[in-house]
């Protein structure tokens, strides 16, 4: 089924401004005062959290048992997370260990 050009761009510029809604929402609620200490806490904890969560779904299948031994795995990963320090940019070291993991793979 094919949406007619009228119905599709419509879509486009209501997802566009859902989307400009929602990254504006922040800034014009607290522009003028603090956060609450809630979402300073939020803030604070919630994407180390998330990262774990993450690297724990990233590993969960992994067979450190048989041969690879989770090394395409932990190979990516250290690469990933050295990167990130050394460098401070999460696209180049995310990429980074993605390329690392499956050149490591197909060996």
């Known amino acids: 089924m094919s949406l007619p050009l009228n119905a599709a761009l419509l879509a486009t510029l209501v997802a ?6 929602t990254r504006l929402f922040p800034f014009a609620l607290f522009s003028r005062r603090e956060p609450p200490p809630v979402l300073r806490f939020v803030e604070k904890y919630i994407p180390p959290m998330i990262m774990a969560i ?8 992994v067979d450190f048992l048989h041969r690879p031994f989770g090394l395409p795995q932990l ?19 995310i990429f980074g260990g993605t390329i690392i993991f499956m050149i490591l793979r197909n060996l």
């Open 75 to 93: 190979v990516a990963l250290a690469f990933t997370v050295i990167t990130y320090l050394w460098k401070g940019n999460s696209m180049v070291s």
């Open 16 to 21: 566009a401004l859902v989307i400009f809604a």
């Open 54 to 61: 993450l690297l724990v779904y990233c590993l969960k299948d």
